[in-house]
């Protein structure tokens, strides 16, 4: 059907288009009867104000824009960015605010994303995930001037707020779970080396190995699939020593890892023991269950929706924090084997 516009309100009400117009938006020149008859047939044919006139109009777009460097797959299969996405549509929601979601191939093909939506007055602002090591995002959507907020961090250079969580404490408090069941080979299937959650992971994971005394740890990075960490367990339980513990970055991976252990002879925990990064449904239906971290990331993607909405009407929102996360011990964690 086609959709109904002014000139159709209009029509039924027996009146001019600029004094629908006047209805509509609230504005003086009409009776106050007229109004209501107005908008009461306005209510009946179903319209709704243009999103792309409005946004010629008063420059607002009602849509905030998130660009995800990932093959589309793996977002689709990993919990973490379904409930990220899920916090940001709550906060979204509440307005009557869209979310444009598109994959890039690179960092390069997102800011020409940036500097299309923001010269098309597509999107209010942008949410910016996945950061990297000497990550250009930041001071490019400042030169475009396109308000954003950073997912991660902390990031001292950036001209934009971030909402952050600390990532180095929860692979220490991961790792301790570990040593104090008595681990002392431990391994990390971690993410990409280049994200900089990634290498404070791996900073933190070190440290703590170190405080810990634990005589052997490894760090082999993969790339959140549940093919590279299927083939990341298989190289880590077939080497001499092997780990009796794994770390892994997200659930996907852990529940391949666990997968791939069982099918090698493995038994958890009797012989190997499992840690997954964000605790989700995943981790609870394997047998056994995972041991994980866990957030609240729908809070996490709220929380960041929000700053940016602040951001977006005039405010300067400061930066912040994240809730805690926590460990969840599950069945897939025990004593280490005992050694022959």
């Excluded at 849509?63 to 589309?72: Q, T």
């Excluded at 299309?116 to 490019?140: E, F, I, K, Y």
């Excluded at 400042?142 to 308000?147: F, H, Y």
Aim: with cysteine.
């Amino acid at each position: 059907m086609r959709r109904p516009t002014i000139a159709d309100i209009a029509q039924a009400a027996g009146v001019s288009k600029g004094s629908v117009s006047y209805a509509l938006n609230g504005r003086p020149g009409v009776s106050e009867a007229t109004r209501v008859r107005v908008l009461s047939i306005a209510e009946e044919l179903g319209w709704a104000p243009s999103t792309a006139a409005r946004a010629l109009s008063d420059g607002r777009a009602d849509a905030i824009g998130l660009v995800v460097d990932r093959p589309a797959r793996t977002i689709g299969l990993e919990p973490f960015f379904m409930e990220l996405m899920s916090g940001v549509q709550t906060a979204l929601s509440e307005i009557s605010t869209s979310l444009l979601l598109q994959v890039a191939a690179d960092q390069e093909h997102e800011i020409r994303t940036y500097r299309q939506w923001h010269a098309q007055r597509r999107v209010d602002g942008v949410l910016v995930v996945d950061l990297l090591s000497g990550d250009r995002r930041p001071a490019a959507l400042a030169e475009i001037g396109l308000p954003a907020v950073v997912v991660g961090g902390p990031l001292p250079d950036a001209a934009q707020p971030f909402v952050w969580s600390d990532d180095a404490a929860w692979t220490a408090m991961a790792l301790r779970h570990l040593a104090d069941l008595g681990h002392r080979r431990v391994a990390r299937v971690a993410g990409p080396p280049a994200l900089l959650h990634t290498s404070r992971r791996t900073r933190a994971f070190e440290e703590a190995a170190a405080e810990l005394g634990l005589e052997r740890h490894t760090v082999v990075h993969a790339d959140y699939t549940d093919e590279a960490g299927a083939d990341a367990t298989r190289r880590l339980l077939s080497g001499v020593p092997r780990p009796t513990a794994l770390m892994f970055d997200n659930d996907l991976m852990a529940v391949a890892g666990l997968s791939v252990a069982q099918e090698m002879g493995f038994a958890l925990p009797a012989d190997l023991s499992v840690v997954a990064w964000d605790d989700s449904p995943l981790c609870r239906m394997t047998r056994p269950p995972l041991t994980a971290i866990g957030r609240d990331v729908k809070g996490y993607g709220e929380q960041a929706a929000r700053v940016l909405l602040e951001l977006v009407a005039g405010g300067a929102p400061g930066n912040r924090r994240g809730a805690e996360a926590r460990l969840v011990p599950r069945a897939s964690t025990g004593r280490p084997p005992a050694e022959p």
